[in-house]
């Protein structure tokens, strides 16, 4: 059994996190590490570590699309996170027709996808928070969303069916 202190300090530390892609101009990269922070307007966090060439890329074109995957692309979703530069995109059966405003890939096989604009950063621990103010929303109603949930370590899972609450 591991510490706390080892649990926290090692590679990878084991909690589920929603999976995303960042597409940044032409560079895509896995990330696990993110959340909406405001609802009006619609603001995101997202955490790069300072090493990765999205955090460059973040800071010199100051937007980015937020790429949400169905669960059946778990392992593309995978070399994202583990290859660092060069044509990810062309090492996968993923597609990317369309780009937003600023250039930056967007994958046509999502579910969901943020496009925004970085608004304002700050160190926090090993990584950089970029703050997103999201300015559009693509949505694919055709597809059953069952998101990518990362563990750690290359694990991954989904919840499974999606379903929706009645209102009353």
């Known amino acids: 059994m591991l510490t706390l202190s080892d649990y926290f300090t090692s590679s990878s530390h084991h909690q589920p996190r929603i999976a995303a892609v960042v597409g940044c101009y032409n560079n895509l990269m896995a990330l696990s590490w993110h959340m909406p922070i405001s609802k009006s307007p619609f ?6 570590r300072d090493e990765n060439m999205t955090h460059s890329l973040l800071l010199e074109h100051r937007s980015c699309t937020l790429n949400f995957l169905p669960f059946s692309y778990y392992e593309e979703i995978d070399l994202f996170g583990k290859e660092h530069g060069g044509d990810k995109l062309s090492k996968t059966t ?9 250039n930056n890939v967007i994958l ?7 496009v925004g604009d970085v608004i304002d950063t700050y160190q926090n621990g090993d990584h950089t928070i970029f703050i997103i103010q ?7 109603h055709d597809k059953p969303a069952q998101n990518v949930l990362f563990f750690g370590q290359g694990r991954y899972a989904t919840l499974g069916d999606t379903v929706r609450a009645s209102k009353k």
């Open 94 to 102: 993923l597609h990317a027709t369309r780009r937003d405003k600023n």
């Open 134 to 140: 999201i300015n559009e929303t693509y949505i694919n």
């Open 108 to 114: 046509d096989e999502s579910d969901m996808v943020f």
């Open 43 to 48: 603001r995101y966090a997202i955490g790069v």
